[in-house]
Nanobody
Framework: QVRVVESGGGLVQAGGSLRLSCTAS????????LTWFRQAPGKEREFVAS????????DYAGSVQGRFTISRDNAKNTVYLQMDNLESEDTAIYYC?????????????????WGQGTQVTVQG
């Protein structure tokens, strides 16, 4: 059974930074692509960023391009989302998920395993 656990959320002022982490177990981590989604209050869950199993491909939503950076450490079974210059519109619950598809899809319907998410709140 694949299990993902997100952490690192919190309250931050606009313009600040946070780094989210996600660990995955129950799978061969290095063979899977990793993807971050987010869901704001009253909105559908949306794609944020993904990284391929080989590190060679990264994909970002236009709204976070240039501000967020996705990376992974296969030795730690962990994927990170460095979020800089945060805006109030980034307030959401952030989720990570895994996929064996290459390149990783942007559609949430193609993902099966989800964690509980981590709350990010940006004030100002």
């Amino acid at each position: 059974q694949v299990r993902v656990v997100e952490s690192g959320g919190g309250l931050v002022q606009a313009g600040g930074s946070l780094r989210l982490s996600c660990t995955a177990s129950g799978t061969t981590f290095s063979s899977y692509s990793l993807t971050w989604f987010r869901q704001a209050p009253g909105k559908e869950r949306e794609f944020v960023a993904s990284i391929s199993w080989s590190h060679s491909s990264r994909d970002y939503a236009g709204s976070v391009q240039g501000r967020f950076t996705i990376s992974r450490d296969n030795a730690k079974n962990t994927v990170y989302l460095q979020m800089d210059n945060l805006e109030s519109e980034d307030t959401a619950i952030y989720y990570c998920t895994v996929s064996s598809l290459h390149p990783p899809p942007r559609a949430q319907e193609q993902y099966r395993y989800w964690g509980q998410g981590t709350q990010v709140t940006v004030q100002g």
